[in-house]
Every structure is written in C-alpha cells, then in structure tokens.
C-alpha cells in the first residue's frame, strides 16, 4: 500500500489518467459537435434578445422571476465577428451596447406586424372608466384578418 493511499484511502492520480481523461472529453467534444448546430444570422432579420432576471440584474427595466426572459423583436444591423451581432435597438433602450454574443439571441420566426389603419373604434363602459377599442388592420394581413384592440396595447406597439 503505497502513503498516499493509506493516508487519504483512495489511490493517487497520475498525469496517465489525466491524459486519459482528457482524450475523453475530446470524443466528448467532437460527438456533441456533430449534432449541435451553429447559429447564424444575417443581415435584416429580426431576433429576440435574451434578458437575464435571475441574480438582481435590472436591465432593459425588468427584474425579477416572473419578468419575460426575452424581449425585442429587434432587427440585426450587421454581423461584428464570427458570433457577435449588432443590433438595431430602440431609443429608450440606448444605455444599452448594442453588440450582443449569438448565445444571448433567439430567431424570431415571424416578422413583427405593424398596424396599417385603423378600421372602425367603439367604446366599453366599465364601474370605474371607459375603455377604448380600435378595429386594427396589420400589416401582412386583410381586412377581414383585422382585430380588435385595447387602446393601450397600440401605445405599447408604437414604443
């Protein structure tokens, strides 16, 4: 019984098994590198950016579990690096660097509908207040696709 293993009850690691082990996460690597795709973006499409809520993190004015994990959709300006990209952010979100890691961005699958015009307007009577909706037409959609919305979500949209 080698010192080592009577002192500490196990037996010594050697720079062999380090090797060895090693060799075994580059098989690892190369495996899980054969399945994961990259992510790649170009130029005009439209991503959404990951928000981090956990640790006390207030950025772009949440905080908090329940916060959304993603905000945006924000259109890609340019492409900085091999993983970095430029984003096309707001005004109320200029204290923000706009150069984010592909890691941090998710594809947006539909591009966002902006409201056209509005089609016809009509009023809700609550206890307490009056609640306008707008008969909205988006864009990329009929006029028969047209819906109804609250006052306060096209204020949102416009931001």
């Known amino acids: 019984m080698a010192p080592?293993?009577?002192?500490?009850?196990?037996?010594?690691?050697t720079p062999l098994n380090r090797s060895r082990t090693r060799e075994h996460g580059l098989g690892e690597k190369s495996y899980s590198d054969k399945r994961r795709r990259p992510l790649v973006f170009e130029k005009d499409d439209h991503v959404?950016?990951?928000v981090s809520p956990m640790k006390g993190v207030h950025?772009?004015?949440v905080k908090g579990k329940l916060a959304p994990r993603y905000v945006g959709p924000f259109?890609?300006?340019?492409?900085c690096g091999p993983v970095a990209y430029r984003l096309e952010l707001p005004p109320h979100l200029a204290v923000v660097h706009d150069v984010f890691h592909v890691s941090q961005l998710k594809k947006c699958l539909r591009v966002p509908e902006e409201p056209i015009k509005i089609l016809d307007q009509k009023q809700r009577s609550t206890r307490?207040?009056?609640i306008n909706f707008y008969k909205v037409q988006w864009s990329n959609h009929s006029e028969e696709e047209a819906t109804w919305e609250q006052e306060e979500f096209l204020r949102t949209k416009e931001m």
Do not use: V
Request: proline share 0%; hydrophobic share 25%.
């Open 4 to 13: 080592f293993e009577a002192l500490y009850g196990r037996r010594c690691r």
């Open 48 to 50: 959404y950016l990951r």
């Open 59 to 61: 950025r772009f004015g």
């Open 75 to 79: 259109k890609i300006t340019e492409q």
């Open 128 to 130: 307490r207040r009056t």
